[in-house]
């Protein structure tokens, strides 16, 4: 059975979260701080995450931040803020998913549905909980151990950088990164001399190897302004 916890201070909205997760056979805790929520997620063992954002001690951005450095848990952050850049900020810190209050609760519990299932495509788990050699993403298929990429079932060529760059987005899906991120992520050291204008170089590498329309990417998508999420 799945785990769930959310992170709501609002008792009534946490309350009606909680029994109608509970009425689709999840399990459910309740964090109603900031700080005790991410407590509770560092020492347990659960499937994913539903948060507010604002929240005493310790608000809901800071949370999904000090997550993200521990786990790549599906976070779902739920809130009444409607700004763009409250969702930009969110998605940028790694949360998978912004829904906006008022919600219905169908379809909180379609996403997380969704999500997990995503998350479970994404890590390779089977029937066994044994994770396999091999992540599959509509028609991508990643060998880890191999390091072959193929698309359609058809192998295609990646250099090295290209790989890592590929495997780091494809294992922190939906998530907005700057190229700056991703600079410091897949170059580091080796990037000493260099600009960030080989991100956006490589990024464009990835499409014309993966996307069926690179002009139209459906995978590698540009966040105007802000950088790339990889979409799943």
């Known amino acids: 059975m799945k785990r769930i916890l959310i992170i709501e201070d609002d008792p009534v909205i946490a309350e009606v979260q909680k029994d109608y997760l509970l009425a689709h056979s999840f399990e459910v805790?309740?964090?109603?701080?900031?700080?005790?929520?991410?407590?509770?997620?560092?020492?347990?063992?659960?499937?994913?995450?539903?948060?507010?954002?604002?929240?005493?001690?310790?608000?809901?951005?800071?949370?999904?931040?000090?997550?993200?450095?521990?786990?790549?848990?599906?976070?779902?952050?739920?809130?009444?803020?409607?700004?763009?850049?409250?969702?930009?900020?969110?998605?940028?810190?790694?949360?998978?998913?912004?829904?906006?209050?008022?919600?219905?609760?169908?379809?909180?519990?379609?996403?997380?549905?969704?999500?997990?299932?995503?998350?479970?495509?994404?890590?390779?788990?089977?029937?066994?909980?044994?994770?396999?050699?091999?992540?599959?993403?509509?028609?991508?298929?990643?060998?880890?151990?191999?390091?072959?990429?193929?698309?359609?079932?058809?192998?295609?060529?990646?250099?090295?950088?290209?790989?890592?760059?590929l495997f780091y987005l494809v294992t922190h899906p939906n998530r907005v990164f700057r190229k700056e991120d991703l600079f410091e992520q897949i170059w580091g050291m080796d990037a000493i001399g260099s600009d960030h204008a080989t991100v956006t170089v490589h990024i464009s590498k990835l499409r014309e190897k993966i996307e069926r329309d690179p002009s139209k990417p459906q995978y590698v998508e540009t966040i105007w302004g802000v950088g790339y999420r990889f979409n799943i």
């Open 29 to 165: 805790d309740i964090a109603e701080r900031g700080d005790s929520g991410l407590e509770m997620e560092l020492r347990g063992e659960y499937d994913l995450i539903l948060l507010d954002l604002m929240l005493p001690s310790m608000d809901g951005y800071e949370v999904c931040r000090r997550i993200r450095e521990a786990s790549n848990v599906p976070i779902l952050i739920v809130s009444a803020k409607k700004e763009e850049i409250d969702k930009i900020r969110g998605f940028g810190l790694g949360a998978d998913d912004y829904i906006l209050k008022p919600f219905g609760l169908g379809e909180l519990v379609a996403r997380v549905k969704a999500h997990l299932s995503r998350y479970e495509r994404l890590v390779g788990q089977g029937h066994n909980g044994q994770h396999r050699d091999e992540l599959r993403l509509n028609g991508i298929r990643i060998e880890k151990q191999s390091r072959r990429v193929f698309v359609n079932e058809r192998e295609v060529s990646f250099t090295a950088k290209e790989y890592d760059l």
